[in-house]
Nanobody, 116 residues
Framework: QLRLVESGGGTVEVGGSLTLSCTAS?????TNWYRQTPGNERDFVAG???????NYADSVKGRFSHSRHDPTNTVYLQINNLKAEDSATYYC?????????????WGQGTHVTVSS
């Protein structure tokens, strides 16, 4: 069982920056960030698999940066030039695999509010 804890959310003005972090209780080779607003589905934001590189949703390319620090099992989501539409609850998801079976683990979420 993997436990994920996100932090770093808060209220930031339009154009500002924020860094979210997600620390796992163990090794998580693949991690992703999603975000969700009330009444909507959880949308993919960014993902990283080991050292294979990162990928981003088109809506955040150029403004979001996803990185990882393996010694602490922590991933970061740097958000720059925040826009009002970035306001959401951000969730970290880790994916582990064993014998061909994949398991998803979710954190509790951290809320970001972008004020104008």
């Amino acid at each position: 069982q993997l436990r994920l804890v996100e932090s770093g959310g808060g209220t930031v003005e339009v154009g500002g920056s924020l860094t979210l972090s997600c620390t796992a209780s163990g090794i998580a080779p693949a991690t992703n960030w999603y975000r969700q607003t009330p009444g909507n589905e959880r949308d993919f934001v960014a993902g990283i698999i080991g050292n294979s590189g990162t990928n981003y949703a088109d809506s955040v390319k150029g403004r979001f940066s996803h990185s990882r620090h393996d010694p602490t099992n922590t991933v970061y989501l740097q958000i720059n030039n925040l826009k009002a539409e970035d306001s959401a609850t951000y969730y970290c998801k880790a994916v582990t695999s064993r014998d061909g079976n994949y398991t998803n683990y979710w954190g509790q979420g951290t809320h970001v509010t972008v004020s104008s």
